[in-house]
């Protein structure tokens, strides 16, 4: 147990010296309004997923709901 633990603190420890060490120091410049639309289309996009899901499951549960009642129509009127 004692094994697993020395072998991930040593791990996480040359992940981040080998980050440290690294010459790679370009930054990409995003702007303001691009996290602004990325964060809209993400909300909108959310939002619409949740629409159609909850529409798609309103029509099963109402097809579920009036199934017996198309049973009962057909049977009601094969006793005639």
Not at 58 to 66: C, D, G, Y
Request: net charge positive; aromatic share 14%.
């Amino acid at each position: 147990m004692a094994h697993n633990k020395y072998f991930m603190v040593g791990l996480f420890f040359f992940c981040n010296l080998a980050v440290a060490f690294a010459d790679n120091t370009t930054c990409w410049r995003i702007e303001p309004w691009t996290i602004a639309g990325i964060i809209f289309t993400d909300v909108l996009l959310t939002l619409i997923i949740v629409a159609v899901t909850y529409r798609c499951a309103s029509n099963r549960r109402e097809k579920l709901e009036n199934a017996h009642k198309v049973y009962m129509n057909v049977r009601a009127n094969c006793k005639s």
